[in-house]
């Protein structure tokens, strides 16, 4: 929904290599997010993006990193990958009034 | 900063009985609040939201919240629940500008619908 897609759907990693996902929006918004999800914690908010180039910590954000050359690109990389950051991960976008729109998530599996 | 407390991890009903998912807000400026819906091996959709007007929401598959500001409240209800019902409910508060649009959720419920 709201043409927001992220890739790899799916990936399984070892730990200590570099990993980054994608998030790609056809709609031009200008706010972006990553979250992480896990069994009973919820969405948490890794990081953010209010513009091209401007991006903002979210309350989870240790060992991640993100960047933002386009309107339409949001990308999240892992520098070096560890077991805690094995998790499903969604990306969305706002489009008014706060409401929040998801991608279909990234499985990622870190060994 | 703002927190959101749902206060039921897991809900087992049985088909064509009523639900009620709980949530707390906590927020000491004016709030929008949501709910969404997961489910299995899929994204997040949204149900419905509260952002001004009547405390009474409607949203999508017959289900409905009610904003209770002196409760802090926003529990969501359906009257007779289907099978199909069965995903986890995720409740989310968002402040008014100044905030990046950011969301705060809860933690889940899963809604269990047996035969």
């Known amino acids: 929904d709201a043409g927001i897609t992220q890739s790899p759907r799916h990936k399984v990693t070892e730990t200590g290599t570099p990993v980054t996902l994608r998030c790609h929006q056809t709609e031009n918004h200008r706010y972006m997010y990553w979250y992480r999800q896990d069994p009973g914690h919820g969405l948490r908010l890794i990081h953010y993006s209010y513009g091209v180039k401007d991006t903002d910590k979210g309350e989870v954000s240790d060992g991640y990193s993100v960047s933002r050359s386009k309107t339409e690109d949001f990308l999240l990389t892992l520098e070096s990958a560890t077991s805690s950051q094995t998790s499903v991960y969604f990306c969305?976008?706002?489009?008014?009034?706060?409401?929040?729109?998801f991608g279909p998530g990234t499985r990622l599996t870190v060994l | 900063a703002q927190s959101v407390t749902q206060l039921d991890s897991q809900v087992p009903v049985f088909e064509e009985a009523p639900v009620e998912l709980r949530c707390n807000y906590s927020?000491?400026?004016?709030?929008?609040l949501f709910w969404y819906v997961q489910y299995p091996n899929q994204g997040l959709q949204l149900l419905l939201k509260?952002?001004?007007?009547?405390?009474l929401v409607k949203g999508i598959n017959g289900f409905e919240a009610e904003f209770n500001k002196s409760q802090t409240s926003f529990h969501l209800r359906k009257p007779s629940v289907h099978i199909s019902d069965t995903a986890e409910y995720f409740c989310?508060?968002?402040?008014?500008?100044?905030?990046?649009?950011?969301?705060?959720f809860g933690k889940g419920t899963l809604l269990t619908v047996n035969p």
């Open positions: 969305a976008i706002t489009r008014t009034g706060n409401e929040q729109f």
């Open positions: 927020s000491s400026v004016s709030v929008y």
């Open positions: 989310a508060s968002g402040g008014s500008g100044g905030s990046n649009y950011k969301l705060t």
């Open positions: 509260y952002l001004s007007g009547s405390t």
